[in-house]
């Protein structure tokens, strides 16, 4: 088995599984549809195609950065006739920071990371709106290790300025540089108990009928790997290759 783990890091992110209606709330994690979602996006792959052997990969994800949650009164006009659309509320998390992974054949993952890569499609953090704000991939994406040993041995990914203001709130004068756990999100082995269960394994995503199923959830907690402050840098261009294209989502190997 490989495992491939995304960074998901941006202003903004919606991650939702239950949202009905005029109502759009986000989850505080990433959920399975939607990591699974970015990955067919970034294969190309149309909203009815076959999801099986995505739906089949074991899912985690760990909590670097929780954010905050927003709500947004969101108010919209139909393009060409004008007509008001319906008032809706949409709930986000600010600056939140992930490592979410999956796990399978090594041939499937493989594929999954050449997709993100150079994606058909531009990802995003559970809506259009979101876009991330740090490549995907970063140096360890991929790794032969168990899921949840592979979650826990990434370091952590906290943006600069949260290490700072932790550092700076830290109690009673004493310097803290990182939490002391962080929050760990797995699908429940099969015949155990979960610690919940969530509607978001993704049957398809045919926009005529998106069909979900119940998957469940374990929760655990992993001592915060060590902060590397250098993990952001990029290699400096060797003659003959160009340096990567400044703002480039897509990892230090995008040219």
């Known amino acids: 088995m490989t495992v ?22 986000t989850e505080h994690a990433p959920t399975k549809s939607g990591v ?33 949650r927003v709500r947004d009164f ?8 004008g007509r008001a659309m319906p008032l809706s509320e949409r709930y986000y998390l600010a600056d939140a920071v992930f490592v979410a992974g999956v796990e399978g054949e090594e041939e499937l993952v493989r594929r999954l990371h050449a997709a993100v890569r150079a994606p058909r499609f531009l990802p995003y ?4 709106s979101c876009p991330p704000a740090r490549p995907l991939l970063f140096e360890g994406s991929l790794s032969d290790r168990p899921l949840e040993d592979a979650l826990r041995g990434v370091p952590w990914q906290a943006s600069r300025w949260y290490v700072r203001q932790l550092a700076r709130t830290g109690p009673d004068g004493r310097t803290k540089t990182a ?3 962080l929050d760990l999100l797995l699908d429940c082995p099969p015949g155990e108990e979960p ?15 998106r069909q979900y199923a119940v998957r469940g959830v374990r929760t655990s907690h992993v001592h ?29 190997r995008c040219t």
């Not at 998901?8 to 005029?22: D, E, K």
């Open 4 to 25: 491939l783990m995304l960074r998901l890091a941006g202003p903004l992110q919606a991650w939702g599984s239950a949202a009905r209606f005029v109502r759009r709330t």
């Open 179 to 181: 939490p002391e756990e």
């Open 195 to 209: 610690d919940f269960s969530l509607r978001d394994t993704p049957v398809t995503f045919d926009p005529r009928h």
């Open 36 to 68: 699974l979602g970015l990955l067919a996006a970034a294969q190309g792959r149309p909203r009815g195609a076959d999801l099986s052997d995505l739906a089949a990969l074991r899912f985690g994800v760990r909590i670097d950065q929780p954010g905050s």
């Open 224 to 252: 915060a790997p060590a902060h590397d402050p250098t993990a952001h840098l990029r290699p400096a261009a060797s003659p003959g290759r160009p340096a990567p294209r400044p703002g480039c989502l897509l990892g230090p």
């Open 125 to 128: 953090l559970g809506r259009r």
């Open 74 to 81: 969101h108010t919209a006009h139909h393009a060409d006739s």
